[in-house]
Each structure stands twice: as C-alpha cells, then as structure tokens.
C-alpha cells in the first residue's frame, strides 16, 4: 500500500510528530489490508439513486435567529464577526 | 492589442447568483447589503448536525437557464460535496454538482459586430455561494461574515470557443442580458452578482491549443476585458522568449490590473468530490421541465437579431430597445397598434419616451401613453397631417391628458392646411408685401426662398403645408 | 418499591393516573444517579435542575387535568451527540467540550412535544467512534454487570445508564451497532431503525448515509414507545421518510406462529464464541417452541460488509468533521501564527486518535486516484448486498443472529489492535450498510454472568414485526433480568 501520510495529514489539516506518523503509518496499514477486502465487481457509472427522490423545500424566508446566539460559541469575536488570522485573499 | 500572430482561446465560468427569496439549503433571507451575520442560522452556518434542505426555487431557475442556453436537462440528477478549508466555507465542504449537473451540452449566440457567432456550453450547475472575508488594515485579523453563506449560484461553464476579450465581453453582456429577462437574478455587478473564472491560453493558428491558465477573482466585466488582454500579453511574451506557459491558477487584481500565481498544477488541491449523503435525488418529471420550458420568453440576444433582420432598426437602436424588457415589449405594441414604419416607432421610444424616463424617472406604464395613441401620432406624421412641431406639441399633451392624438389635433387646430385656393391666397399675399426678397432671389440669393417660405409659415400661423407653399413661391419667381 | 427500577410504560401509567408524580419519580432517577454514577460514569453533562423543573411543570399540567403525551414526566437520557438547546453537546470530544447548541435536534423537538424530562447527556466514544466507549476525551463508563469491563460502544453510557437504572429509557444512536452492541453487553433492549425513519436533524454527523438514531429501554415495550414518540417524516432532513408510522407499542403482539426466522450461517462462523452461538441458538429454539420456523438464509460475507463499511463510514466522516476547525465554534489552539496552524493545532489538540485515524482512512479513500477503487467500489458492494438481503427476506421474516462475537471485554484489551476493536461490530455493520432495522435483545449470560444479545434484522419499515418477535421471546422467558444491575 502506497499511503502519503504527510499529504494525507495536510488535506486533512492535521499535524502528526514523525512519531505518530510511523504509529499512524503502520496502523493505516492494517486497516487497508482489511478494507481491501471487497468482492470483484464493475464499479463503473455514476452513483446515483434514482429509487429515492427528494422532496424540495418551497421558497419561503424564516428568520428566528439572533446573530447574538448564532456567535455565542465562537472562540474571538469582534463587530459581530468571527475573526481569524489574517488570510492571503483567495 | 499586437497578438503577435497569436489565436486567443478563452472559456469562462461564470457564476451567477439567484434572486430566490430564500438561500439554497436554509430559510434565511437571500439578501445583499444587510448587517453581518444578520441573514444566517445554525444550517448555513454550518453548525453540527444540521442539514440541508433543497431549494425548488434554485432547481427550477436553474433548468430554466438551461433552456436558455440550450442545453439538455437531466431529469436525474444528485449533488455532491467539494471539501476544501477556508474560513469563508463554515462546513468545510461546499455542496456542488460533480459528475451530473442539472443541464449540459448547450450553447448561446451572441453578436460581436454585426455577425452572429455560437458559443458551446458544456454545462449548468447549482452550488451554494462562501461568506464573505473581510480584510481590514486596522485589525490583526480577518473578519467573517457569513450572510452570503447559501445564497443560490448558478455556475455556467463555457468551452474554450471564445477568441477575443471582446467576444469574452458580448458573452458575458448576453449571459446578463438573458438572466435578467428570465427574472433570475437581478445581474448586478457592484453587488458581485455575477463572478467569473477565466481560463486563458495561446497559440500560433494551424498550431494544437496552448497551456491554459485559470484567472480567479474577476468581477466585473471591464475587468474580464483587461484581465483576457493581460493574461495573453503575458503569456505570449513568455512564449516569445522562449518560455514555456504552465499549467496554474492565477489571480486577478482589479486595482493593480495585473494577475499573480495563486498556485502552480504540483500544489492543486484535492476536493475528494463525493456525493452529498444528506441529500436524495434531484428528480424532475417531464410535466414540470415542460411548463419550465414553456416559461422562456423571446431573448434579447435574439430579439436584437429579429429587429434588425426583420424591422430593419439599426444594432445600435436595437440593442437599445431590447436592453430594457419595458422598452422593447412597447415598441412591440406599437407596430401591432398600426400600419407605421418601425424605424419610426423606434425613435419615438429611444426618444421622446426615453426623454420622459429620464426625466421623471417614471417607467412606461407609469407615463401612461398607450401604444394605441403613438401609432396614431406615428401615423398622422407619416401622412404629413400634422408638422413634426405639430407633433411635438401633440406628444407634450398626450403626457398630461389620456386623449387621443386626433382628438388633440382637432382641438387645437394643428392639421396642416394643403387647400390650395387658401395656400395660393396667403403666398400672393407674401409675395405682394416681400418684393425685395423676390429681387434678391432673382438676382441669385437663392436662400430668399427659405425666407419666403418661412414667411408663409408664419402667415399660416403654421398649418400651412410648407412643401406646397414652396412650389407655389417658385412658380412666381421663376415666372 | 424503588420508582427507578420501574419501565417507561409502567411509569407512564402510574403518572396519569396521578399514582406518582413526576418529581418523585425524576428524584428516584437523580438518588440512583448519585448512587451509581462514581462507579458507572454514564453521564457527560447532568441536568438535575431542568429535569426537576420540567417534571413539576408536567405535575401542574397534569394535575390541571392537561391531556398528555406517553412518555410526559419520563426521565430519558439523550446520547451526547443529540443537540439539546442550551444544554452542553460534546460528543464526548474535546473538539466540542465547551458547545452549547441554539437549537434542538427534532427528536428532541419530538420529545418535548411529549413533555418528557431530560436526565442529562449521554457518555459515548469521541464522535461515535468506537466499540466500547474508551476513546471518551472525559471519562470511562463501566459496564454494570462489571465495572472492569466496557459497557460496548459507541452508545456506551445509554446502555449502561438504562442498564444501571440512572435512566428509564434512552436515545442512543447507530452507525455500525453502536446501539445494539452496547444493548448486548448491557443487557439491555435496543433497536437500530430503519434508515430514513428517524431525522438525524441535530445528530451530529458521523456517518450521514448509516447514523439513525434509536431507542434502549428494559423491555421491548419502552423501545417500542419511545421509537413511536421519535419516528417520522422531518423536513428538515430530506433522507427522512414519509410514510404512515403505526404506534408501535400498541400494536405489539406476541403471536409468532408460522414467523419465518432465518439463520445465516457465515453469522455465527469464525470469531463468535461457542458461549454465545450456543446461547443464540437456544433462542432460537425457544422461537421454534412457540411456533416459528428456522430457514437457513445466506447473507454477504461479513468482511464484505466490514470493509464496505469501514470505506464509506471513514469517508464521509472526513468530510463531516471537517468543520471542526477552531473558528465557529468548540475547541481552538491555544497558539498558532497563521490560519493553516490555527486549523492544524486544533484539530491535532482537539481530536483524539481513534477520530484521526477515521478522518485519515476516509481522506485517503476519498484522495485522487483512489475514490475510484475504495469508495466507489464500497458504494456498488453495498447495492450488490442489497440485492442478497432482498433475496433473503424472500424465505425469512425477520433474520436472527448473535449481536456481538462475545460478551463485554475488558478496558484496554483491544484498544491497541484497531482491526481487533472493528470485528466487534462484524456481525452489525451490515445492517447499517443495508439500511435495514435490527433490535438486540438479551437472550441469556455467558459463564462470567455478562449478557449476551441476539439480533433480529428485519425488513425495511418492518419494525412492528420486529418488536413483535422480540415482544414474544420476552414474554416467554418473563422478562429480562436486571435485577443485578439494578440493585
């Protein structure tokens, strides 16, 4: 199994010490080997479930939220915003 | 700009946002411009164990586009999730459409001087719209404000048919024109409405496609304009020294006029597209995709062409009347109204009503002139019933009273005279008090007789047929 | 008579006819909490002054002579991945240790519809990530029947609170069996419904195409009550279904004459031990007493499933967690110098390591190159087992098997060997896979006196036979035992 764990961490935003890598390494491993364990079949075509339609919502406006307990849980506020480090514009 | 020899290839995705009353997956109020943070909740906030909930609007508006464009709908289709980080995607997924979008293989004319050219849309999708960052100097941080997290978007992706920033910019002029005249999106640029992604690339004629280049991060469109010539300048010096282009995203900046690499193809990102669980089935019966399609009025793009093919109205006047949906539907029923030239139709709507709009900022309905009532202005004109001063005065009363041209031009006297046995008398009667003036024109002041002319006018107190009159002049000083 | 040792339905009686109120029996439930709890550790967050509060206003209303719901005055406990409005929901996760949600999920919407009393929420694995609810950032809970033992997972603190009589009734929820496997090593009763017949509004997202949530109770009638109070089309979650939903505990029936029972041989293979095939099959007898038949049937590979399982639960939990990020909400370093540290530092100090290890499988599934052959291939496995259970539910009525390969471990015995952890759930995950409901129900103890459970799968929807034939054996046998657990 060719597993890149660096690229894996960093899609995945998480930071491993090469200790854990090693760890994490190995135990991926495992666990692959298990889930290779599927049967031979044809997996091609699209994924879609034609049996099991939605029900659309109608468009129509609720509001029974204050922007004051939408934000209550965010860990730096200021001007009613949410603030994090300064981003480079994308 | 010098291509130096070079063939321009453009394809643009463009991204629209809807005017549905409420966003695509919640119940918050689509709006721009409101207080932060005051048009969201716990879903598009993405807060734990909420879910989506499709808007039918955004479906609906979407098929319609894609009938616009001409392009297939799949009856069947599903949404899938586009995972990626960034503080302005509260989930950390944004909901798309990968592998079936609601509409595909399409296409759309649009007139680059005077010619018509098709360009191919490979397809439609609807995906919800990221927060917004805001970036302030005074502040270590950056702040996020999540009301335009949801708002509905359409995302029309070109192919690369485009062969110029100009023809870049009559798509992008069409693509507006069309969203406007289906009533589903407002297409204003300021508020960011309409978005788009170029991609840009270079070659010598008879030579395969050159490396493409995304642009991101162009909002307007005299920004598509200068960022199309920017990117190919660029790319065609590199190319010119020797250079190789390479496949990477680069980023507009409107200010500067210039682009930057955002990211090069090693560093592209992985979005581990997949299909969204929480939501089923887009599935759309053949009873509601024909009534969508029944709902597509004639398009502006077309409705030009028509115009000017059928009615003979130069592009410029045409473009202009179709520009506004209120202006053209008017002109429409007042060539139904009578038998008149369209052309002068035209320039009563472009301009004696335009005047009136710009001035009282009234809409046409509001001036209240019926269409039936311009044709017989327009009419009368044509058969010299009245003087186009007659004219002017009978359009002035019209905007104050709802009556009827004739009727005002009776009222007021304002028929033109063409008796002859009175216009003979009144020219007699000029001629007999200007002496002079027939002297002169005998001696080869020729212009003596739009004095003389004018006379008369005035004699008739202007309800004299001049043309007439002018005959009856000449007649006596040629005898 | 101890008021907590009493089930729902008994209760729910004795309170409308104003026997007992329901302060007295919420303070029944909080004297057994405080009793129990230092040794069971079921609980995350308690909530004594609410649940006293609620229970007197449903003593006004009832005194008022107000019509209430079934379940009015009930303490229930609520698994701690349910949103509760103002009421801390942390997953068991540092991640979430500090989120109070402004909202409620629709079972609990549904709950309060029914003025039931909330004892508090639930201890789990971190995210509902596990088998034995060790990988808890707060605490251990212990299994009742042997405090050196795991209470199963993920819904380990909903079984063992039912369990220990620190709850009348709870909601649990279900990925790959973390209700019925924890119901097992309880000793309790516990059903994974249908996919699509209880709204996962407000559940917070393991697994978003498997979570269903579902009911445990001491007897097949409070599962059946609660399941009826919580079930039902939500249009805040579109995989919820609309259909008629009966209610079910006043359907029950314990009629089985003629009920096809299908046994699938690869279920009671390789890895179920001898203690528990034995006792299974003996229930199965007793169902064979009572006028059933026992049809063989054939059932995927059980691997099959885990794989398929482990593919498609890892993938969509990656992109359900990624949310968690330090910015709108829960846990967020304490140091960083840019946004990706603010990202990475979180969610490495938030997460605990049986979390990044699912986020890592899923991201790997899922990364160009790959999707194709994991996840993609995970999808058609799991229409391909469809298909052999549509088949299967053509000879049987309902399909029974052991819940668990073996009774409940010990702390710390597979907690090292992650592949050895994921065969716990072999015998479960398939029917999450087929979106199909299964109860467990207890069906005797092993040699060291732990429960062991028996499965019943059913058809889709088909619920009300699956409590009927669960209803039946426990009036053949006269009811489970917890008199140990219950003191």
């Known amino acids: 199994m060719d597993m890149d764990i660096k690229r894996l961490a960093k899609l995945a935003r998480l930071k491993f010490t090469p200790e854990e890598e090693e760890k994490y390494a190995a135990q991926m491993a495992n666990i692959v080997a298990m889930v290779e364990k599927l049967p031979d079949l044809d997996a091609s075509g699209p994924l879609i479930d034609p049996d099991n339609p939605m029900e659309f919502r109608k468009d129509e406006v609720q509001r029974n939220y204050s922007r004051n307990e939408l934000i209550a849980n965010a860990p730096e506020v200021q001007a009613g915003c949410i603030v994090v480090p300064k981003t480079v514009a994308e | 700009m010098d291509t130096k020899g ?27 411009g409101a207080e932060v943070n005051s048009q969201c909740c716990p879903i598009c906030m993405g807060m734990p164990g909420t879910l989506p909930t499709l808007n039918e609007k955004v479906v609906h508006y979407a098929v319609k586009m894609g009938y616009a464009l001409n392009c297939s709908i799949n009856p069947i289709s599903k949404q899938d999730r586009k995972n990626y980080f960034y503080p302005d995607l509260p989930k950390a997924y944004q909901i798309s459409q990968f592998d079936i979008p609601l509409c595909e293989n399409g296409y759309l004319d649009i007139l680059v001087d005077g010619q018509e050219k098709r360009i191919g849309v490979t397809r439609i999708h609807i995906e919800e719209d990221a927060g917004k960052l805001i970036h302030d100097d005074s502040f270590s941080g950056t702040l996020v404000d999540f009301n335009r997290c949801g708002v509905p978007l359409i995302e029309i992706v070109s192919e690369p048919d485009l062969r110029s920033s100009a023809e870049a910019k009559a798509y992008l002029d069409t693509i507006r024109e069309i969203v406007i005249y289906l009533g589903i999106s407002d297409g204003k640029m300021q508020e960011g409405s309409i978005r788009c992604d170029i991609n840009v690339s270079v070659h010598k004629p008879g030579e395969p496609f050159g490396t493409r280049v995304e642009m991101k991060n162009v909002n307007t469109f005299s920004g598509a304009v200068r960022a199309i010539e920017y990117e190919a300048a660029r790319q065609i010096e590199v190319l010119e020294n020797g250079g190789t282009i390479s496949q990477e995203t680069r980023r507009w900046d409107d200010l500067k006029n210039c682009n930057f690499l955002l990211r090069s193809k090693e560093d592209a990102q992985d979005y581990r597209y997949f299909p969204e669980p929480d939501l089923s089935t887009i599935v759309l019966d053949e009873e509601t995709l024909s009534e969508l399609k029944a709902s597509i009025p004639e398009l502006p793009n077309k409705k030009v062409v028509r115009y000017m093919k059928e009615l003979s109205i130069p592009e410029e006047d045409a473009r202009l009347l179709v520009e506004s949906i209120e202006k053209s539907a008017y002109f429409e029923e007042i060539i139904a109204a009578g038998k008149i030239v369209p052309k002068d139709a035209s320039n009563w709507v472009l301009g004696g009503i335009s005047r009136v709009i710009n001035e009282t900022g009234k ?80 001696g080869g002041k020729t212009n003596a007789l739009g004095f003389l002319v004018g006379q008369c006018m005035k004699a008739s107190k202007g309800k004299g047929n001049p043309a007439i009159m002018r005959e009856m002049l000449l007649k006596i000083l040629e005898g | 008579m101890e008021l907590y040792r009493l089930t729902a339905a008994e209760l729910s009686r004795m309170i409308h006819d104003k026997q007992v109120s329901s302060t007295e029996v919420t303070k029944s439930v909080f004297a057994r909490i ?35 719901g079934k379940l009015a005055g009930i303490p229930i406990g609520i698994k701690d991945n349910m949103c509760t409005k ?47 609810t060790e990988t808890s950032f707060f605490k251990k809970t212990k299994n009742p029947f042997d405090i050196t033992r795991v209470p199963g997972g993920s819904s380990g603190g909903s079984a063992a609170a039912v369990a220990a009589g ?30 699509g017949s209880v709204s996962r509004f407000g559940l917070v997202a393991f697994a978003s195409s498997l979570d269903q949530i579902g009911p445990f109770g001491r007897s097949v009638e409070d599962v059946a009550m609660l399941y009826s109070a919580i079930c039902g089309k939500d249009p805040y979650d579109t995989t919820s279904v609309r259909r008629e939903y009966p209610r079910f505990e006043e359907n029950l029936s314990a009629d089985v004459k003629g009920l096809r029972i299908g046994i699938p041989a690869e279920y009671f293979g390789e890895g179920v031990t001898e203690e528990v095939r034995a006792s299974v099959m003996k229930a199965a007898h007793e169902y064979e007493k009572m006028g059933a038949v026992l049809v063989p049937v054939t059932l995927p590979k059980p691997d099959y499933a885990l794989a398929a399982y482990y593919i498609i639960a890892c993938a969509e939990a990656s992109s359900n967690l990624a949310r968690f ?56 496995t799991q229409n391909l087992m469809q298909d052999m259970f549509r088949e299967a539910f053509r000879q049987a009525d309902v399909i029974l098997s052991p819940t668990a390969p073996d009774t409940a471990f010990k702390f710390g015995e597979n907690s090292d060997d992650q592949v050895k952890m994921y065969m716990n759930d072999i015998l479960t995950v398939t029917v999450n896979i ?29 619920e009300q036979r699956l409590l009927n034939t669960a209803f039946a054996y426990e009036r053949q046998i006269g009811g489970f035992d917890l008199s140990k657990t219950l003191g």
Request: with cysteine.
């Open chain 2, 363 to 442: 809409s046409i309905k509001e001036i209240g002139i019926p269409a039936a009532h311009m044709a017989q202005l327009i009419e009368m004109l044509e058969k010299k019933e009245i003087s186009s001063s007659a004219g002017n005065t009978v359009f002035e009363e019209m905007l104050k009273s709802d009556k009827a041209p004739k009727d005002i031009v009776k009222e007021k006297g304002l028929a033109q005279v063409s008796d002859n046995s009175v216009l003979q008398a009144i020219v007699d009667e000029v001629a007999a008090a200007n002496q002079k003036s027939i002297d002169d024109y005998r």
């Open chain 3, 34 to 68: 405080a009793a129990k709890e230092p040794e069971i550790d079921a609980y995350v967050t308690l909530n004594e002054e609410g649940a006293l509060k609620k229970a007197a206003e449903v003593d006004e209303k009832i005194a008022k002579g107000e019509d209430l």
């Open chain 3, 86 to 132: 103002g009421l801390l929901t942390t997953c068991s996760s540092k991640m979430l240790s500090n989120f109070v949600p402004p909202y409620n999920a629709t079972v609990i919407e549904k709950l309060s519809a029914q003025d039931f009393v909330c004892t508090g929420k639930l201890n789990m694995d971190e995210f509902a990530m596990g088998s034995s």
């Open chain 2, 6 to 32: 070079y063939e321009i290839i453009v394809g643009l995705e463009v991204h629209c946002e809807l005017n549905t009353k409420s966003k695509i997956y919640c119940s918050c109020r689509n709006a721009f």
């Open chain 3, 434 to 462: 087929v979106g199909l409901p299964a109860i467990s129900i207890p069906c005797g103890f092993d040699s060291k006196g732990l429960p062991i459970g028996c499965q019943l799968i059913g058809n889709k929807f088909d």
């Open chain 3, 166 to 195: 620190e709850a009348i009734v709870a909601l649990g929820s279900d990925t790959g069996g973390s209700i019925r496997q924890p119901a097992s090593f309880c000793g309790v009763v516990g059903l994974k419904p249908t996919y």
């Open chain 3, 325 to 380: 990020d330090g910015v709108k909400y829960g846990y967020r370093a304490s140091s960083y110098n840019s946004l990706e540290e603010l990202y990475e530092n979180t969610r490495s100090e938030g997460f605990g390591d049986e979390v990044k290890r699912r986020i890592m499988l899923g991201t790997y599934v899922l990364s160009s190159g790959y999707y194709d052959a994991y996840y993609k291939k995970a999808k058609f």
